[in-house]
């Protein structure tokens, strides 16, 4: 028998095995969950190429849209681990390949595509009831399970209410050509529901025909048959599903057909049984760096285009000697309290202060970017206590941390202090200063 190592256990709990698939910032594994003997996928994401591609807030999103969306036909994540380097995203494993190999061999039978595309519905409507428009549909992001059922995947370009304008609408042109609505090419703000929508209809059509609806080898051109909505129907396609496409794939998002009405079609309602409720194990959240890292992975998402303010080379020198204080010199109040240097990041620093924080049952308010307050919850002898911790730079990996009180008694604060905030952060300081 292979020793563990050979195995390629991941957090104890993941037996590694074959490739399935890779992008460009991801590989995706077959993996065996060793305590349920399940079969999973798992993908492996690179921190530093997210980070260095901008793409932390779509990691982030994407993780937050997938706990959303817990839909039969929507593959599932599981959890999601990560280390100082990966992330990993263990999600759901669906054996039946992409549909868009099953179309790339012939076009599919009506009743069949009436299926796919009732699954279709039934789970970008649900992703709507929350809020979430997916905006890359297309055959290649629709995989088949085992029973031939249908699952949404790849939320990597999905869209939460957040990232609407002032106007209401999205404004970030993204998906694949052949299957973006006409508005997203415009530029002029869209609707990310009724863009879905029309997505949807260009995959039915696809499903029925075994060809896109709007083909040209010159992109151009092709978008102008979009901006149009022109394309001809087969003259195998029934008179219910062409009454049905050529309300849907209609140029004007206002006078397309809604999802609701597509639900209500005679020839969409044709056998189909809306899917039985999805039940989620209340614990399976995510579990993050349980192996001591102080990366984190919530908080490494959560500033990834921002910084913490540099720390003065003159406030560092007076911090580690208090014989040396220069700080007066400099500024108008001298700077209080306790000072650490770290070389963990400063989204990681804060997470372990936010650990600590609920430890102690204290609310944890955000002042500002790496500036948070640790409130207590009870009154003391001079009213509740509360901590303020800021994080600064000081160079690109080493990070200082002021912390002080800035409410409540001092004898409170000395002991919660050295009984257990010092304990608490000593694996995540490199020097204390002063």
């Known amino acids: 028998m292979a020793e563990p190592s050979e195995r390629h256990i991941l957090f104890g709990k993941y037996e590694m095995g074959r490739l399935l698939g890779q992008g460009t910032f991801a590989k995706v594994y077959y993996a065996r969950n060793l305590p349920t003997q399940e079969g999973v996928a798992i993908k492996v994401i690179n921190k530093d190429s997210i980070h260095k591609e901008g793409l932390s807030h779509q990691i982030k999103r994407e993780i937050s849209v997938m706990r959303l969306v817990r839909h039969p036909n929507v593959v599932e994540l599981k959890e999601v681990l990560a280390t100082k380097r990966r992330i990993f995203f263990v999600m759901e494993h669906v054996k039946g390949g992409e549909l868009f190999a099953k179309v790339a061999r012939g076009r599919l039978r009506e009743d069949l595509a009436r299926k796919y595309f009732q699954q279709l519905i039934s789970a970008v409507d649900f ?184 720390y003065n080379a003159f406030e560092l020198i007076s911090s580690m000697s208090s014989g040396f204080d220069l700080s007066n010199l400099f500024e108008g109040e001298k700077r209080s309290g306790s000072v650490f240097t770290s070389k963990c990041s400063a989204s990681a620093i804060l997470s372990r202060i936010e650990s600590l924080g609920k430890k102690l049952n204290f609310k944890m308010v955000n002042l500002k970017d790496f500036k948070v307050r640790l409130e207590g919850r009870w009154e003391g002898r001079k009213g509740r206590l509360s901590v303020t911790a800021e994080v600064f730079e000081a160079a690109p990996e080493v990070a200082v941390v002021e912390l002080a009180k800035s409410s409540g008694d001092t004898l409170e604060y000395r002991m919660l202090w050295e009984e257990e905030v010092r304990p608490a952060l000593k694996d995540i300081v490199w020097s204390w200063q002063g």
């Open 127 to 310: 992703c709507h009831s929350r809020g979430v428009s997916h905006r890359d549909l297309k055959p290649e992001n629709l995989l088949l399970n085992e029973d031939g059922d249908l699952k949404v995947s790849d939320f990597g370009l999905s869209a939460l209410p957040e990232q609407l304008r002032h106007d209401g609408m999205l404004h970030t042109q993204c998906g694949t050509p052949a299957y973006v609505a006409p508005e997203v090419l415009r530029r002029n703000g869209y609707d990310g529901a009724k863009a879905d929508i029309w997505s949807c209809s260009v995959i039915l059509y696809v499903l029925l025909a075994g060809y896109l609806p709007f083909q040209d080898e010159n992109v151009m051109r092709m978008y102008q048959k979009v901006f149009k909505a022109e394309y001809k129907f087969p003259p195998w396609f029934s008179t219910d599903t062409r009454r049905l496409i050529s309300k849907l794939l209609v140029a004007d998002p206002n006078r397309r057909m809604t999802m609701t009405a597509v639900m209500r079609n005679p020839w969409f309602q044709k056998g189909f049984m809306r899917p039985a409720a999805f039940s989620i194990d209340p614990s399976s959240t995510d579990e993050i760096d349980r192996h001591g890292s102080c990366e984190q992975l919530e908080w490494e998402l959560k500033w990834p285009d921002s910084k913490p303010e540099f």
